[in-house]
């Protein structure tokens, strides 16, 4: 049986529906958190405690703590021996250590960031045996670059094949939500939204909400396991994208909300989303402020209509867009590259 090294962190959205897809498929699979240090994990205790250090003592704790993830890394490829060395992102890892794993076994990087991370993208691409985007735009350039080890992997939704429809038999709770960040500079998204006050608006994310005229419609921030639990609960979920960043391929939500049951309305300003998803029969694209009310309306009013295509669009993601179909894709590419 084959042995991968799956390389993330402990809270990784895609950590635990990776691991399992890759167990499903034979492999024994060993977890390797690159942030495990307390230097380095996101919102950790010592890293606040240590916010009033002077900067030149918390970047050599940086680094030191870097160092010793990076050595660590390698140690546990050289114990665990695997056939695959798999990475999300792991912007942490040197190039010494990426070449250090090279010697070990094949390594494969997911890398989850638009063009607008480019520099930390070539940065990492040119070191792995096989690099992943999700986004074509990234892998076009890459090959202008001669980096041909690049490959497009599209997001997918942690749903198996034998998995029923979550609303089949049960009536939402929410009907019209929202899960997302608020920026002061982006108010489109305050504006789009305000739209919906009059329709059961739900809205949660960044506690900046609560500045906004939309305060009262803003329940909180939220889980990863808690949004799953929401959109399985909603009739309605908007994704609203952050306009003006180069690219055609879609975040995670298009297929967390299909996946989960809800139908999704998406701004239709990355092409991808008519690439995964077909338009007015597994989602409902939008533009802007402008038009949104006027393509959801409808939807409202006719609950027949908003199930055929909710259930549409899960049953397309539970075909199409699924860790399962991902990992296939990703030993495939490995096994013709």
């Known amino acids: 049986m084959k042995k991968c090294l799956f390389v993330t962190t402990e809270h990784s959205v895609f950590r635990k529906p990776i691991e399992n897809a890759l167990q499903r498929v034979g492999f024994i699979v060993e977890t390797f958190d690159y942030r495990g240090s307390q230097f380095l994990a996101r919102d950790s205790t010592v890293k606040k405690m240590t916010a009033a250090l002077p900067l030149s003592v918390r970047s050599r704790l940086f680094h030191h703590a870097e160092h010793r993830i990076n050595r660590s890394l390698v140690e546990a490829a050289q114990t665990f021996r695997p056939d695959l060395i798999f990475v999300i992102k792991g ?35 040119p070191h792995y045996t096989y690099f992943f985007s999700f986004d074509q735009i990234v892998i076009d350039r890459l090959r202008q670059a001669g980096i041909h080890s690049a490959h497009y992997l599209p997001f997918c939704a942690d749903v198996c094949a034998d998995d029923r429809w979550p609303q089949e038999n049960t009536a939402p709770e929410y009907n019209v939500v929202f899960i997302g960040t608020y920026h002061p500079e982006r108010a489109d998204r305050e504006h789009l939204l305000a739209k919906f006050v009059d329709y059961g608006l739900d809205i949660w994310g960044s506690d900046a909400w609560k500045r906004t005229s939309l305060r009262n419609f803003y329940r ?35 297929f967390e909300v299909t996946g989960a049951g809800a139908l999704l309305v998406n701004h239709d300003g990355r092409s991808d989303i008519f690439r995964m998803f077909r338009a007015g029969e597994e989602f409902i694209p939008f533009s802007g402020v402008s038009d949104i009310l006027q393509k959801v309306e409808p939807i409202l009013t006719d609950e027949s209509e908003r199930r055929r295509i909710a259930r549409n669009g899960f049953n397309r993601t539970r075909r199409d867009h699924t860790y399962d179909g991902r990992i296939a894709t990703i030993l495939a590419v490995m096994q013709n590259p």
Do not use: C, F, Q
């Not at 250590?97 to 991370?117: C, F, G, M, R, S």
């Not at 909180?220 to 009739?235: L, P």
């Not at 690219?247 to 939500?253: Q, W």
């Open 91 to 125: 912007k942490e890892l040197t190039v010494e250590t990426i070449e250090a794993l090279n010697k070990i076994a094949v390594t494969a990087n997911w890398y989850p960031e638009t063009i607008d991370h480019w520099g930390g993208i070539m940065a990492a691409a």
């Open 220 to 254: 909180g921030t939220i889980s990863n396991e808690g949004m799953i639990d929401v959109y399985r609960r909603s009739r309605i979920v908007i994704n609203h994208y952050i306009t003006g960043l180069p690219g055609s391929g879609i975040n995670l939500r298009p």
